[in-house]
């Protein structure tokens, strides 16, 4: 614990920092002593591989623990110790894909999912945010991909979002961060409605309306996910016109009320714009690319009463230059135009 929290706040770049409360020199010697430490971490669990059957290691407490803290730094430092990282890798997915088919009842009756870090179910949880750096990285990528755990993955989300939508938040936006990066970087396994891109797709369709009142961030993370999908399968979902046009209205609304210089309610606890604006941007470029497809969705759309609201944010804003509105008003005046083609 103590040497996580050490590379937490080593990791922090605010004031409070421990570099700014004990120096450069300091923190930089805790720093190293953190990476020498990790690589026994590593040391260890290469001899444990050759050890211990898969099952027995996800119940040995040495071997968990180490999980825990290679995990808590790969998730901060994300470039270091690269050489090490790899060739460890394969294990670690060979242990998360082991958990999760052994203990996944036990992740379901996880409270908040974070409650029992002795639990051998919790070496999935550890690696889900080293998994959102991995997913974006080419090599780790095809190694997460070569294990299938993009499979286990996606029955944890499914299971989440169908009983644990109210006490798993951040792990839902986490694996939702995690198929994003994979969608946007393999379109073709996208765009395959065989894979677990397909019934992901149908999930989140269905799903979405629950989730309309769920923190903003969340929101976005499902939207955008959604689209990227959608986009990708276009060619198939396009025949469910009725639900197909029901979730691109349900987008469309999102995008409005998330956006705080569009739309502000009184006594709503909006997030920082930063916390979404790229999710927002990257969900509503897959939105238009879609629409420019489909006359069906053009027709529905066109008469939704949150385009009227956009058009008099763009008649009102018309000769605002400033940094935050100029890109909202650009992609907005794009969406205008692909309505009216």
Known sequence: MIIENSIESIA???????????????????????????????????????????????KN????????????YM???????????????????????TAFDFHKDELLSLVNFKDDKSNPAMIFMFLLPVLCHWSADDKLRAMLLEADLHRALWGFLSMLLKFHEDTAFETIETLAGIFINIAITEPKLASDPQTVFGPMLELIMLKLSEYLTKPVQLLM??????????????????????????FFGQCLHCFYFSCPFLCIKEGQKMPQWSQISELWFV????????VVESKELKDVLNGDKVIQEMMKFLEKNKANESEDIKPISVVLKNLMMVLDQ
Not at 15 to 44: C, H, P, R, W, Y
Not at 61 to 72: P, T
């Open 221 to 246: 993370n499902i939207v955008t996910l959604g689209l990227i999908l959608a986009r990708a399968q276009l060619h198939i979902q396009v025949k469910n016109a009725d639900s197909i046009g029901k």
């Open 283 to 290: 969900g509503i470029d897959n939105f238009m690319a879609c």
């Open 75 to 97: 998730s901060e430092e994300t470039q270091a110790l690269e050489k090490e990282v790899v060739k460890i890798a394969p294990y670690m997915l060979e242990l998360a894909m």
């Open 61 to 72: 407490l040495k071997i968990l623990a180490c999980i825990r803290l290679l995990c808590a």
């Open 12 to 58: 922090k770049s605010e004031d409070d920092s421990m570099v700014s409360q004990l120096g450069e020199n300091v923190a930089s010697k805790i720093l190293q002593t953190i990476t020498g430490t990790v690589k026994e971490v590593v040391f260890f669990l290469d001899e444990m591989k050759e050890s211990l059957q898969l099952p027995d290691a996800c």
